[in-house]
């Protein structure tokens, strides 16, 4: 992910010169909510592996009901980079959840 963030305005420009330059802003704030819905995706797994389907709809569903009143706030001001933070802060709340059923359901 960080390299992708050092990496990604470069390159673009490489590929697509100046054309494609805005893009570089959400692709950089998509990266954290990229990161963490990899990591809530494994969780997913592991819940299903515990076979507590609930748990698999509870997560996606929390950060879809945030989604929306986030999309709703920011892309109005922000356009593209207000959605890439929606989407970020959503999956970073769906991986709080995940990580709070796995934590509860090891015993902690």
């Given amino acids: 992910v960080g ?21 570089v802003d959400s692709f950089i704030w998509l990266l954290p909510g990229i990161f963490l819905l990899s990591l809530s995706t494994s969780m997913q797994n592991y819940l299903a592996a515990l076979r507590r389907p609930w748990t698999m709809f509870v997560g996606p569903l929390a950060a879809f009901l945030l989604n929306l009143p986030l999309n709703l706030a920011l892309i109005p001001k922000y356009q593209g980079v207000g959605a890439a933070m929606a989407s970020s802060l959503s999956y970073g709340f769906w991986f709080i959840i995940g990580s709070l059923f796995v934590w509860r359901l090891r015993g902690g």
């Fill in 3 to 23: 390299v992708a963030a050092f990496a990604a305005a470069p390159m673009v420009h490489l590929l697509f010169f100046f054309f494609f330059l805005l893009s």
